[in-house]
């Protein structure tokens, strides 16, 4: 025991007013998302389903509930089973002969359930669910410079969830070309014209605000298109994708509406639709829209905003950026990797049935429906996915780190050996979102990453860090400014707007004295005029994560060998008897209060 004279110290500075430490947060909120929004959503993507004559069965899934789980996580544990509760689903069956309905309670599976650890019992192993770093949907803009002429040649792409991607570029002799899955490249008017824009005057019509004078975009692409109505340009653009096929007007029409505007084969998510209207909601006659899917003022958006890059108006995107990465998380990826999957297979083993079962003779819908295909692909998951792994187990802090950790790889990443330079470096945006120390030591390096110790994720997956709001007063003797007790989470591509300057320069009453600051701004550092700032870092714990937070005096340390600590600080052995430090810089119990 230690002496009562041993008074503990904390050696580090108070910061008030900072937000609540949860770091189990996001693994809970988007399981519980999944299960309260995901699963009723992905059941209606589905519902009704038709029988392939589309003639004689009707089958709609309605409204579903999760039940009680039979087990205690305890109980899991020591009979080596899953810790899950069943899904039902209230169904209903029409004969479309006869105009009858039966409705029936199906049982669709067994759902894992999420422990208060934040982590799923599997086959009696505790386990957890990584989260993962993925490109955003949505349009991008880049740029790279022409080795022959010198000049900025600049580039659109339009991604979505799953469907064709789009990409627009801009060539060295003044054409703009359009890319339909990345193969054959071909006029972009000959693109707008199978969109049923097919005259010249109309076509320049459109972009008159942005592609006028001598060097005109649209003109110079005119005089390369061979084409002059839509029946052409479609023709055309099928013959470039499917080259050899034979061609009858009426399929080729179909295919080209489906590959973009059809909701079943084309999918830019409420992610992608945010990005668009965001980053073209000030290009002239662009309109934002709602829908999932692409409209023809998504791609004359895209290609204005693009003839503006050259013009020197707008802004290109960084890729690396957290601005344009976002976060997949439990939820996320257990719907559309695992449950998806299922629920599409399910469907066809329902038509297939329905198609086999005579119209007049009697029927029951629980055997039209196999719960197995949704089960097998839920186990398939959490067994053998690279995002699922055992949880580390090796004293609390490892728990923490191992459910916030952050990886490029896995089903829909990057593998390690395509992943460049660029995208294991560390970025401006991660300030305040990504620990910039902790890292695998290895070929993984700066592929796995953890979050920062405030970082939270907003609705859209984007992280965000906080900030104490700055306020301005002027008076007669000058100005004084001062960080307000109010906190606002700001994501990576509105941070850029504004210069944040570090929680070293406020005083304990929490006004700025020095005139002249360092700040950051766009990913720069500068030293500005106090008036100028707008937010303040709440702590300068908040750069880093929780091991790297447990490190005395970190900032002093060289980062390698910080980078080392946080390891070892996981790895280390709890104690049998385990004493409290005489002196501290940051309070342990706020950390593992989960787990105490």
């Given at each position: 025991m230690l002496k009562?004279d041993?008074?503990?110290?904390?050696w580090?500075?108070?910061?008030?007013?900072?937000?609540?430490?949860?770091l189990?947060?996001?693994?809970?909120?988007?399981?519980?998302?999944?299960?309260?929004?995901a699963?009723?959503d992905?059941?209606?993507?589905?519902?009704?389903?038709?029988?392939?004559?589309?003639?004689n069965w009707?089958?709609?899934?309605?409204?579903y509930?999760l039940?009680?789980a039979a087990?205690t996580?305890?109980?899991?544990?020591?009979k080596g089973?899953?810790f899950?509760a069943?899904?039902?689903?209230q169904?209903?069956?029409?004969?479309?002969?006869?105009?009858?309905s039966?409705?029936?309670?199906?049982?669709l599976?067994?759902?894992?359930?999420?422990t208060e650890?934040g982590?799923f019992?599997?086959n009696?192993i505790?386990r957890?669910?990584?989260?993962?770093?993925?490109?955003?949907?949505?349009v991008f803009?880049?740029?790279?410079?022409?080795?022959?002429t010198?000049?900025?040649?600049?580039?659109a792409?339009?991604?979505?969830?799953?469907?064709?991607?789009?990409?627009?570029?801009?060539?060295r002799?003044g054409?703009v070309?359009?890319k339909?899955?990345r193969?054959r490249?071909?006029p972009?008017?000959?693109?707008l014209?199978?969109?049923?824009?097919?005259?010249?005057?109309d076509?320049k019509?459109k972009?008159?605000?942005?592609?006028?004078?001598?060097d005109?975009?649209?003109e110079?692409?005119?005089?390369?298109?061979e084409?002059?109505?839509?029946t052409?340009?479609?023709?055309?653009?099928?013959k470039?994708?499917h080259?050899?096929?034979?061609?009858v007007?009426?399929?080729?029409?179909?295919?080209f509406?489906g590959?973009?505007?059809n909701?079943?084969?084309y999918d830019?998510?409420?992610?992608?639709?945010y990005k668009?209207?965001?980053?073209l909601g000030?290009t002239p006659?662009f309109f934002?829209s709602?829908?999932?899917v692409?409209?023809?003022d998504?791609?004359?958006?895209t290609?204005a905003?693009?003839i503006?890059?050259?013009?020197?108006?707008?802004?290109?995107d960084?890729?690396?950026?957290?601005a344009n990465?976002?976060i997949?998380s439990?939820?996320?990826?257990?719907?559309?990797?695992a449950?998806r999957?299922g629920?599409?297979?399910?469907?066809?083993?329902v038509?297939?049935?329905m198609?086999?079962i005579?119209?007049?003779?009697?029927v029951?819908i629980?055997n039209?429906?196999?719960a197995?295909?949704?089960m097998?692909?839920l186990?398939?998951?959490?067994?053998?996915?690279?995002?699922?792994?055992i949880l580390?187990q090796?004293?609390?802090?490892?728990?923490?780190?191992?459910l916030?950790?952050?990886?490029?790889?896995?089903?829909?990443g990057?593998?390690?050996?395509r992943?460049a330079?660029?995208i294991?470096d560390i970025?401006?945006?991660?300030y305040g979102?990504?620990?910039?120390?902790?890292?695998?030591?290895?070929?993984?390096i700066g592929l796995?990453?953890?979050?920062?110790l405030?970082a939270r994720?907003n609705?859209?997956g984007f992280?965000?860090t906080?900030?104490?709001?700055?306020t301005v007063?002027?008076?007669?003797?000058?100005?004084?400014?001062?960080a307000?007790?109010e906190?606002e989470?700001?994501?990576a591509?509105?941070?850029?707007r504004?210069?944040?300057?570090?929680a070293?320069m406020?005083?304990?009453?929490?006004v700025?004295e020095?005139?002249r600051?360092?700040a950051?701004?766009?990913?720069?550092?500068?030293?500005?005029?106090?008036?100028?700032?707008?937010?303040v870092?709440i702590?300068?714990?908040q750069?880093?994560g929780?091991?790297?937070?447990l490190?005395?005096?970190?900032?002093?340390?060289?980062?390698?060998r910080?980078?080392m600590g946080?390891?070892?600080?996981?790895?280390?052995?709890?104690?049998v008897?385990p004493?409290?430090p005489?002196y501290?810089?940051?309070?342990?119990?706020?950390?593992?209060q989960?787990w105490l």
């Amino acid at each position: 025991m230690l002496k009562k004279d041993n008074i503990r110290q904390n050696w580090g500075k108070k910061y008030s007013g900072l937000p609540k430490l949860d770091l189990l947060a996001i693994q809970k909120r988007s399981y519980k998302w999944f299960q309260e929004h995901a699963i009723g959503d992905i059941l209606r993507e589905i519902s009704p389903i038709d029988d392939f004559t589309e003639k004689n069965w009707n089958l709609t899934l309605k409204d579903y509930r999760l039940g009680k789980a039979a087990i205690t996580p305890e109980a899991a544990v020591a009979k080596g089973v899953t810790f899950d509760a069943p899904l039902y689903v209230q169904t209903s069956l029409l004969n479309k002969k006869t105009g009858k309905s039966l409705s029936q309670e199906i049982f669709l599976g067994d759902i894992p359930q999420m422990t208060e650890r934040g982590t799923f019992i599997v086959n009696g192993i505790e386990r957890t669910v990584v989260n993962q770093l993925v490109r955003s949907p949505g349009v991008f803009f880049t740029a790279t410079v022409d080795t022959v002429t010198g000049k900025a040649l600049h580039s659109a792409e339009i991604r979505p969830i799953h469907g064709s991607w789009l990409e627009f570029a801009t060539t060295r002799h003044g054409v703009v070309t359009v890319k339909i899955d990345r193969r054959r490249k071909f006029p972009v008017t000959t693109f707008l014209r199978a969109l049923g824009v097919s005259s010249n005057e109309d076509i320049k019509a459109k972009f008159a605000s942005v592609d006028s004078g001598n060097d005109s975009f649209i003109e110079t692409t005119l005089a390369k298109d061979e084409t002059a109505t839509e029946t052409e340009a479609l023709i055309e653009i099928f013959k470039k994708m499917h080259p050899g096929e034979p061609i009858v007007l009426e399929k080729v029409r179909e295919n080209f509406q489906g590959l973009f505007f059809n909701n079943r084969r084309y999918d830019l998510g409420i992610v992608g639709r945010y990005k668009i209207n965001k980053k073209l909601g000030e290009t002239p006659g662009f309109f934002p829209s709602d829908g999932r899917v692409l409209t023809v003022d998504d791609i004359f958006g895209t290609i204005a905003y693009l003839i503006g890059l050259t013009k020197g108006v707008g802004v290109i995107d960084d890729i690396d950026s957290l601005a344009n990465r976002r976060i997949r998380s439990v939820g996320e990826l257990v719907a559309t990797t695992a449950f998806r999957v299922g629920i599409l297979r399910l469907e066809r083993s329902v038509k297939e049935r329905m198609t086999l079962i005579q119209p007049d003779v009697p029927v029951s819908i629980s055997n039209l429906i196999n719960a197995r295909p949704i089960m097998a692909a839920l186990n398939e998951f959490f067994r053998t996915s690279q995002l699922s792994t055992i949880l580390d187990q090796c004293n609390p802090l490892s728990e923490i780190d191992n459910l916030n950790r952050l990886t490029v790889m896995g089903t829909g990443g990057i593998s390690r050996e395509r992943a460049a330079f660029s995208i294991r470096d560390i970025n401006s945006s991660q300030y305040g979102r990504i620990c910039p120390i902790r890292s695998p030591e290895g070929p993984n390096i700066g592929l796995v990453n953890y979050l920062a110790l405030f970082a939270r994720v907003n609705e859209y997956g984007f992280l965000e860090t906080p900030y104490r709001k700055v306020t301005v007063e002027k008076n007669g003797k000058g100005t004084k400014v001062t960080a307000s007790d109010e906190i606002e989470y700001v994501s990576a591509d509105d941070e850029q707007r504004y210069y944040i300057t570090h929680a070293g320069m406020v005083t304990e009453e929490g006004v700025i004295e020095d005139d002249r600051v360092p700040a950051r701004y766009r990913g720069e550092f500068l030293e500005i005029e106090k008036e100028k700032i707008s937010y303040v870092d709440i702590t300068p714990l908040q750069v880093v994560g929780s091991a790297a937070s447990l490190i005395p005096f970190v900032a002093n340390d060289d980062a390698q060998r910080s980078l080392m600590g946080t390891h070892m600080q996981c790895q280390a052995v709890p104690l049998v008897h385990p004493h409290s430090p005489r002196y501290h810089l940051f309070s342990l119990s706020d950390l593992l209060q989960p787990w105490l």
